[in-house]
């Protein structure tokens, strides 16, 4: 079974960094298409950045609006893992951020959550100003 966790939450100041982390294991297909989402109080889940391949750090990604240049997703194919660097942090980041996995690889990277077949427990981001 796969199983997914992620690390790295934390409370940071206004323009501060964080790196969050997605560890992957169980797989049982080659390949895995990683995405993370943040749900904050009261809000809808929404994608934040997504990458086509676990196994191709440099492959496909896409962004939400608001974060590009700010965030960047990569991958440790070795380590089954995948990282969220967040950079410029706001307090409008603020919210639990989660990764999903699926093997659906071939239309990824998704934009919604809907496409995604296994989750891991949030990690916690919070923003002060």
């Known amino acids: 079974e796969v199983q997914l966790q992620a690390s790295g939450g934390g409370l940071v100041q206004a323009g501060g960094s964080l790196r969050l982390s997605c560890a992957a294991s169980g797989f049982t297909s080659d390949d895995y298409a990683i995405g993370w989402f943040r749900q904050a109080p009261g809000k809808e889940r929404e994608g934040v950045a997504s990458i086509k391949s676990i196994r191709d750090s440099d492959g496909s990604k896409w962004y939400k609006d608001s974060v590009k240049g700010r965030f960047t997703i990569s991958s440790d194919n070795a380590k089954n893992t995948v990282y969220l660097q967040m950079n410029s942090l706001t307090p409008e980041d603020t919210a639990d951020y989660s990764c999903?996995?699926?093997?659906?690889?071939?239309?990824?990277?998704?934009?919604?959550?809907?496409?995604?077949?296994?989750w891991g427990q949030g990690t916690q981001v919070t923003v002060s100003s």
């Open positions: 999903a996995a699926t093997s659906k690889v071939a239309g990824a990277p998704y934009i919604s959550w809907i496409w995604y077949d296994y």
